[in-house]
């Protein structure tokens, strides 16, 4: 029997396709199936066993017998819902976790960057918007909502671009000690964002799995109101970057 996706003689797309994460939150809902399935998990044996007593197929000791160990599944489902709770906030802990640790190497490249601009405006005349820029990351800098810091990421590559910039119209900059040192610490906080950015959607791709991993985790997140979480998102510019000829 043939492979539904075979990679060698299936259909290709010969021009390729680009793809972009959808910038959308998604609410968590149940329909009215979950709720008939709560409600069967507490009465649906108590009830049968009623019955059975009424109608006079069960003996009243053992009608009685099955209808206290008939809400049992209930119980037992109650302490799951309960589990689930507390698991979903926990992942939500590990969320913000991520988060938080993508700020502080995001802060902490702001610094170096001032650091940098200050150097630069000493030795050449910096455009200014560049040094307005960091001023104003740098006094905006700490937690931040998703969109935010997409943004302030994005505001941040486009700085360093200008900075290159300058670096190109005054080769000798590069031999500058100090310039030359923060650059390298700018490089190595980049590699530690990206590293930071792929646990964090690592954490997310969980987050909105989870919240839809019906019964127990699915009642709960909708109940709570949880969303899906957006990961991070690579800007235009920086997508059109990765496609020039770097050598």
Do not use: C
């Not at 959308?24 to 149940?30: A, E, F, G, L, S």
């Not at 698991?87 to 902490?108: C, F, G, H, M, P």
């Amino acid at each position: 029997m043939a492979n539904e996706l075979d990679e060698i003689t299936g259909p290709v797309d010969p021009a390729g396709r680009d793809i972009n994460v959808v910038a959308k939150q998604i609410p968590v809902t149940i329909g009215v199936g979950s709720l008939i399935f709560e409600i069967a998990l507490w009465a649906a044996i108590p009830v049968l066993a009623l019955s059975g007593v009424g109608l006079g197929l069960i003996p009243p000791q053992n009608g009685l017998l099955m209808a206290v160990l008939g809400v049992l599944p209930g119980v037992i489902f109650q302490f799951m819902k309960i589990n689930a709770l507390a698991y979903l906030r926990k992942l939500q802990q590990r969320v913000q976790a991520d988060a938080s640790q993508i700020d502080n190497y995001l802060e902490q490249r702001v610094v170096i960057l001032n650091n940098v601009v200050g150097l630069l405006n000493k030795a050449v005349d910096l455009d200014k918007d560049v040094m307005k820029s960091v001023a104003a990351m740098r006094s905006g800098a700490g937690a931040q909502a998703d969109v935010e810091r997409n943004m302030a990421s994005a505001e941040l590559n486009n700085v360093l671009s200008r900075i290159n910039v300058a670096f190109e119209a005054y080769p000798d900059l590069k031999a500058h000690a100090a310039i030359a040192d923060a650059m390298q610490q700018n490089s190595y906080l980049q590699k530690e964002i990206t590293a930071a950015r792929t646990l964090y959607n690592d954490t997310v791709a969980i987050w909105n799995q989870d919240i839809f991993a019906w019964p127990a985790k699915q009642i709960v997140a909708a109940r709570k109101g949880y969303t899906t979480r957006i990961p991070f998102i690579a800007t235009a510019e920086i997508k059109a970057a990765a496609r020039e000829a770097f050598f």
